[in-house]
């Protein structure tokens, strides 16, 4: 079946500029979640979100920084006046998360995002 | 969650069994290891996880020491596309045994499988 898809899968943009980033989970997963991946870094979480619940916000680095996930389904990551340093590829997951059991993330291609 | 700590690199002959290992001595009881993999340019792949007991699927092997306080991933017959960052997880399962919610990653190990 479909993966998790992303778009775009290449973004540049002039530094002040805004960006929104997109998700396309998986069918049927409950669970999406949004990390980045900086040149030379690790994967860093950025936000999660599981059904109706209150998303985890805990990894946005900033206010600049927002996602919504709408009807369950897709998901926008916006990146407000962007910065140098938030150059990096945008990786989004999901996952079946309900009832027992232990559930394995689904990784998209990643979106790369250069910011000049 | 717990701490992990891992080798930065490893090299393997193709057809060779690799055996990548992953200290996490914090580990609580309720917490389970998971093992992803990153290829080149891709986003990372589930390769297994477990909780005490050794699991094995069509990809890897993952042995899990008595105390759980140590794993080891085993690749039994490497290839070079199995040359990739190979990151090892520990993540607290829920209540009910359920485990789900985001993984920490650290910097993993980068394993190059070569000919």
């Known amino acids: 079946g479909a993966g998790v898809s992303q778009s775009p899968s290449n973004k540049v943009t002039e530094k002040g500029k805004d960006v929104e980033l997109r998700c396309d989970p998986i069918s049927g997963h409950t669970a999406l979640y949004w990390y980045r991946q900086s040149l030379g870094q690790g994967l860093e979480f950025l936000i999660y979100?599981?059904?109706?619940?209150?998303?985890?916000k805990s990894g946005l680095p900033s206010d600049r920084f927002s996602a919504e996930r709408t009807g369950g389904s897709v998901s926008t990551l916006t990146i407000q006046r962007t910065q140098q340093e938030d150059s990096a590829v945008y990786l989004c997951?999901?996952?079946?998360?309900?009832?027992?059991?232990?559930?394995?993330?689904?990784f998209g291609p990643g979106t790369r995002l250069t910011v000049t | 969650d717990a701490k992990t700590t891992q080798p930065p690199s490893m090299d393997c002959a193709e057809g060779r069994a690799a055996n990548l290992p992953c200290n996490h001595s914090?580990?609580?009881?309720?917490?389970?290891v998971y093992w992803y993999r990153q290829i080149h340019s891709q986003g990372p792949q589930y390769i297994i996880h477990?909780?005490?007991n050794n699991e094995t699927n069509e990809m890897a092997s993952l042995i899990i020491t008595e105390d759980r306080k140590s794993s080891t991933l085993i690749l039994p017959h490497a290839t070079l596309r199995d040359t990739a960052v190979y990151y090892c997880?520990?993540?607290?399962?829920?209540?009910?045994?359920?485990?789900?919610?985001?993984?920490?990653f650290g910097q993993g190990t980068i394993l190059t499988v070569h000919p």
């Open positions: 477990g909780l005490k």
């Open positions: 914090t580990i609580s009881g309720n917490e389970y």
């Open positions: 997951a999901s996952s079946l998360a309900s009832g027992q059991g232990t559930y394995e993330q689904y």
């Open positions: 997880i520990v993540r607290v399962a829920n209540a009910g045994g359920t485990s789900y919610g985001k993984l920490t």
């Open positions: 979100f599981q059904g109706n619940s209150a998303p985890d």
